[in-house]
């Protein structure tokens, strides 16, 4: 698994070279046969710009910020 850091995915929407960059990454790991993972992702454009690029897992604060146990388990319930 390669991941990318968040500091690269706060950039990808303002900056088009730093979406240059992460584009690259995801192509060079899955040439190397790797799963790519984006760190820290807050938004619904960074969401989409790196799942078009072809990233397999994403995580961050737009999914859901951090919880206890208790309230995963409450979440869990619903």
């Known amino acids: 698994v ?3 850091d968040k ?3 706060d950039k990808i929407v303002e900056d088009s070279e730093g979406f240059c960059l992460v ?7 899955h040439g190397l046969h790797l799963k790519i993972v984006a ?3 807050e938004a619904a454009d960074q969401f989409a710009l790196l799942r078009r690029s ?3 897992y994403l ?3 737009y999914y859901y910020k951090p ?3 208790e ?3 409450k979440l869990l319930d619903k």
Do not use: H, N, P, W
């Open 7 to 9: 500091t690269f995915v």
């Open 39 to 41: 760190e820290g992702v």
């Open 23 to 29: 584009g690259s990454v995801i192509e060079i790991g």
């Open 54 to 56: 072809g990233c397999d």
């Open 59 to 61: 995580q961050g604060y």
């Open 2 to 4: 390669l991941k990318i």
């Open 67 to 69: 919880m206890s146990a």
């Open 71 to 73: 309230e995963f388990s």
